[in-house]
């Protein structure tokens, strides 16, 4: 398969992290979050990746070429003006070689280790045009438990609730990428239409996911990612 990653967003609220480079290039323990992206990728059958990019894009072809180094071809389509996600999606794609027929589309604040053989099967058999993963919602505050007598009798610490978030993982068929606006952001264009017709689906995964918005992300994943790496050694 192929993928597009959208790589030009700014990070405002990772400054100053985000002040020489875009947001996917800001490092978690020294590595960029793109290049976990590509890691990821590259070990779920992926060959081809074209970064969609706008600001500071010479940091990313500087530090991933042409892909060699990660076992992929990489292309870039660059932004002079921001075209929106959507816009970004459908300008990547026709840089991809052979108009596929599928393709993978997820963001570049992402860390995940989502297995994307299930994804693409259950799109495949849905007769949908675009698949949206789906990651459980964990709530960033602790939930108080009260009893018929206000009385305090738990305290849950940042529990999973029984909701369902959009991952920013996607799986795309042609006709979907075709209705892409050339500027415009997907998810408030095409994506409420596909819905309404009954071609959007859902997949809902459990696999490990994070998104970095803020400095606190930063922090938090690290601790994941660093306990991860000790539990492996240890295992």
């Given at each position: 398969?192929?993928?597009?990653?959208?790589?030009?967003?700014?990070?405002?609220?990772?400054?100053?992290?985000?002040?020489?480079?875009?947001?996917?290039?800001?490092?978690?323990?020294?590595?960029?979050?793109?290049?976990?992206?590509?890691?990821?990728?590259?070990?779920?059958?992926?060959?081809?990746?074209?970064?969609?990019?706008?600001?500071?894009?010479?940091?990313?072809?500087?530090?991933?070429?042409?892909?060699?180094?990660?076992?992929?071809?990489?292309?870039?389509?660059?932004?002079?003006?921001?075209?929106?996600r959507g816009g970004a999606i459908r300008r990547a794609y026709g840089l991809l070689a052979g108009a596929p027929e599928l393709v993978l589309a997820t963001n570049g604040d992402v860390i995940t280790n989502l297995r994307l053989g299930p994804v693409v099967a259950h799109h495949q058999h849905s007769g949908g045009l675009a698949?949206?993963?789906?990651?459980?919602?964990?709530?960033?505050?602790?939930?108080?438990?009260?009893?018929?007598?206000?009385?305090?009798?738990?305290?849950?610490?940042?529990?999973?609730?029984?909701?369902?978030?959009?991952?920013?993982?996607?799986?795309?068929?042609?006709?979907?990428v075709e209705r892409f606006p050339e500027v415009g952001d997907h998810e408030t264009t095409i994506f409420p239409a596909l819905a309404e017709q009954r071609l959007l689906v859902a997949y809902r995964s459990r696999d490990y996911w994070r998104a970095v918005d803020t400095v606190k992300d930063l922090t938090e994943i690290s601790r994941e990612l660093e306990r991860r790496l000790l539990t492996s050694f240890l295992a």
């Open positions: 398969m192929q993928a597009i990653i959208l790589a030009g967003g700014r990070g405002e609220r990772l400054r100053p992290y985000t002040e020489d480079r875009p947001k996917p290039m800001v490092e978690i323990l020294g590595v960029p979050i793109l290049a976990y992206q590509l890691h990821w990728l590259q070990t779920q059958g992926i060959v081809e990746v074209v970064m969609a990019c706008g600001y500071r894009h010479e940091v990313i072809r500087d530090y991933f070429g042409t892909g060699e180094k990660w076992g992929l071809r990489i292309a870039y389509a660059v932004e002079e003006q921001p075209l929106g698949t949206l993963v789906l990651t459980p919602y964990i709530s960033q505050y602790g939930l108080v438990e009260v009893n018929a007598e206000d009385r305090v009798i738990a305290f849950h610490e940042k529990p999973t609730l029984p909701y369902w978030v959009n991952a920013g993982v996607y799986v795309l068929s042609r006709a979907a």
